[in-house]
Structure formats: structure tokens, C-alpha cells
């Protein structure tokens, strides 16, 4: 009878099994289709916005062209070139797929694959890297791409460094930045779109997929040599894989261009910074750096500080106070909280 009994479990057991098999095989599938329907309308929409922005390029030509004909006529001269257009724009489209091919030779000495062998994520930033593109031509630096993953072109209205919070920009001893730093609070937006490049070249050079959103970031500086120190950029993934860790060594140096600045150079991130605050001790507990390049320059603040439990005790209402000032008076980003800062702490210098 026991015999009988527990064959009859197993059967029911071997039952349920086959049914959640079955089940799941039915969500794989429909998952399946799922993501190439993403894919699909995220490859209609990108053509889409490409013919959209090609048309109206080609309206303000039409237009450049008939004005400059009515001043001419106005001016009774024929003896007048054509001044030289800004942009090669013809019949070809502002940025194609060559265009992003040649960019990630240059900037990352890779090959950018065919549309069919890119992910969901992968194709995103390309799409965003193509609005950047063009928005970089169109505002007269068509010569090129940017620095590395997350470049942007400078803002149009002057050298950046001229104005905003990069006024705050101080020269700061190398001696004390060494050591490892956390990230307290940043701003969300820059920080999804600089780690959603950052996996996609992840991914495709070594095949590994990761997150927009990290758990935490830290750099650790090595000591300084002259106007420049060893410097890992690192961060944990937040979700899956128990918080895994990745890293990107580099270096960190003191810039030619801005006498305060410090450019972070890594694999797949690369920055310009400058410290604009920091904790009056002889061995800070905490820097606030803006960014000195890109679209979001002297908007952009990064809080980092060596422990999060001493900035969260003693440093938390002085920097929040500096923080408000700054947003109020040079319109600086507002910033969020990273999810969990702790993650990244170094114990030792």
C-alpha cells in the first residue's frame, strides 16, 4: 500500500513537472516574440526619426537658398559666390550607419556589427549615439566624435569652462585625493546614459551583458606621480549576480587646458573633471566634482566621499546646503542618491 501510495505522488509530482515545463516553454516563446517586436519597432522608429530629420534639414536648405537668392536680387550683384555651406548635406543623410562604423573605429578600434546582431540595448545607444551625431554636425562640429563612452559635444554658448559652477573649479593636492571614494549622489540621467554605453561596448568585447542602473560607483586613486595617478574607475551591478563587481583601470591626470582640471581616462569611460568643493580637513571625507566637457558641462556634480556611514552622520546637512546653493544659484542638475553607496567603500587609503 506504501509502495502504491508513493508511486502515485511521484506520478502526480512528475505530472505538475511536465505541466510547469510545458508552461514555461510557453513564456519563453511568447518572451521571444515579445523582444523582436521591441526590436522591430525600435528599428522602424530610428529610420523613422532619420527621414524625419534628413526632411527637415532639406527644408532649411530650401529656405537658406531662397533668402540668399532675394538678397542677391535686392543687392542687383551677380558677382557674389555662394558662401560655403557649414554642412556636406546633398542627397546623403546626415549620419549614417558608415558615420557610427567609422566613429567606433576611431574612438574604440572595434567594428560595429550588422543591425541583426545587436541586443535591445546595443541598439538603443546607437540610436541616442545618432541624435548626438547629428546634433554635433548641425552645430558645427562635424569633424568628429567625442573623447570616449558618454562624450558629448561642448555647449554652444561659449567655452563651458567660462561659466556655471566651473567658476568654483580648485586646484586640489593629488596627495589627497589618493585613496578610495564612493559615489553619494549623482545625477540619474547622466549616470544611466554613461553606463547604458558603457555595457553595451562591455558586452560586445567580451560578451557580457550588465546594467543601466548600479548598485554603486567608486574610483580609487593610486599615488600620484608628478601630474598624474593610477585610477580605478569600478562599480556594482545592482539586481542579479550578487552585486558583481567591474572594474576599469586607468589613469587620472592633471589637464592642460584647464588649470584645475582632472581627466579620468579608462577603457570605457573616460571624463573631465574639476573639484569644486571639499571637506577642510588635511584628508578630505568628502569632494564634490563637476564635469568640465560635454552638453551637461559645469550642470553636472558628482558627491563622493570615503564612508558613507561618516558622510550620512557628519557631512549629510553641510553638503546638502551647498548642494541647494548650488542648484539655485549656477543651475546645476539635481542630483540623486546612489542605491546603495556602502558597496563601494574602500577600508583602506
Keep these: 500500500m506504501r509502495n502504491q501510495a508513493y508511486l502515485a505522488e511521484l506520478a502526480k509530482h512528475q505530472h505538475e513537472l511536465t505541466s510547469y515545463s510545458a508552461k514555461q516553454m510557453e513564456y519563453l516563446d511568447q518572451q521571444r516574440r515579445y523582444q523582436q517586436a521591441v526590436i522591430d519597432h525600435q528599428a522602424q522608429a530610428a529610420?523613422?526619426?532619420?527621414?524625419?530629420q534628413q526632411k527637415l534639414i532639406n527644408e532649411q536648405l530650401g529656405h537658406a537658398k531662397v533668402?540668399?537668392?532675394k538678397q542677391r536680387k535686392a543687392m542687383a550683384s551677380k558677382t557674389h559666390k555662394e558662401p560655403e555651406r557649414n554642412h556636406k548635406l546633398g542627397d546623403k543623410t546626415l549620419t549614417t550607419d558608415e558615420d557610427l562604423r567609422e566613429y567606433f573605429r576611431r574612438e574604440y578600434g572595434m567594428d560595429m556589427p550588422k543591425d541583426g546582431e545587436l541586443t535591445d540595448d546595443e541598439r538603443e545607444t546607437l540610436r541616442q549615439l545618432k541624435v548626438e551625431l547629428v546634433q554635433k554636425r548641425m552645430g558645427g562640429g562635424g569633424g568628429g566624435g567625442g573623447r570616449g563612452a558618454g562624450a558629448?559635444?561642448?555647449?554652444?554658448?561659449g567655452s563651458p569652462q567660462e561659466h556655471g559652477v566651473c567658476s568654483l573649479c580648485q586646484?586640489?593636492?593629488?596627495?589627497?585625493?589618493t585613496g578610495g571614494w564612493t559615489e553619494m549622489y549623482g545625477d540619474a540621467k547622466a549616470i544611466k546614459h554613461t553606463f547604458r554605453t558603457i555595457n553595451a561596448l562591455n558586452q560586445k568585447t567580451r560578451g557580457r551583458k550588465g546594467t543601466s542602473k548600479p548598485a554603486c560607483i567608486g574610483i580609487e586613486v593610486g599615488k600620484a606621480g608628478g601630474s598624474s595617478a593610477e585610477a580605478n574607475y569600478f562599480y556594482r551591478e545592482?539586481?542579479?549576480q550578487g552585486n558583481a563587481l567591474r572594474e576599469m583601470r586607468g589613469e587620472i591626470r592633471k589637464t592642460e587646458e584647464l588649470e584645475a582640471g582632472l581627466s579620468l581616462e579608462t577603457q570605457y569611460y573616460s571624463a573631465d573633471y574639476c573639484v569644486i568643493a571639499?571637506?577642510?580637513?588635511?584628508?578630505?571625507?568628502?569632494?564634490?566634482?563637476?564635469?568640465?566637457?560635454g552638453s551637461n558641462a559645469c550642470r553636472t556634480v558628482h558627491v563622493f566621499a570615503r564612508s558613507a556611514s561618516t558622510f550620512k552622520k557628519s557631512n549629510f546637512n553641510t553638503v546638502s546646503k551647498l548642494l541647494k546653493k548650488l542648484i539655485s544659484k549656477y543651475g546645476?542638475?539635481?542630483l540623486a542618491p546612489l542605491?546603495?553607496?556602502e558597496l563601494c567603500e574602500l577600508t583602506t587609503p
Excluded at 47 to 52: C, D, G, N, P, T
Excluded at 171 to 177: E, I, T, Y
Design 47 to 52: 529610420l523613422l526619426m532619420q527621414q524625419q
Design 67 to 69: 533668402m540668399y537668392a
Design 152 to 157: 558629448r559635444a561642448e555647449a554652444d554658448d
Design 171 to 177: 586646484s586640489v593636492n593629488f596627495r589627497k585625493l
Design 238 to 240: 545592482s539586481g542579479g
Design 278 to 293: 571639499a571637506d577642510s580637513g588635511s584628508w578630505p571625507e568628502y569632494i564634490l566634482m563637476a564635469e568640465t566637457k
Design 332 to 334: 546645476i542638475h539635481p
Design 339 to 341: 542605491p546603495h553607496p
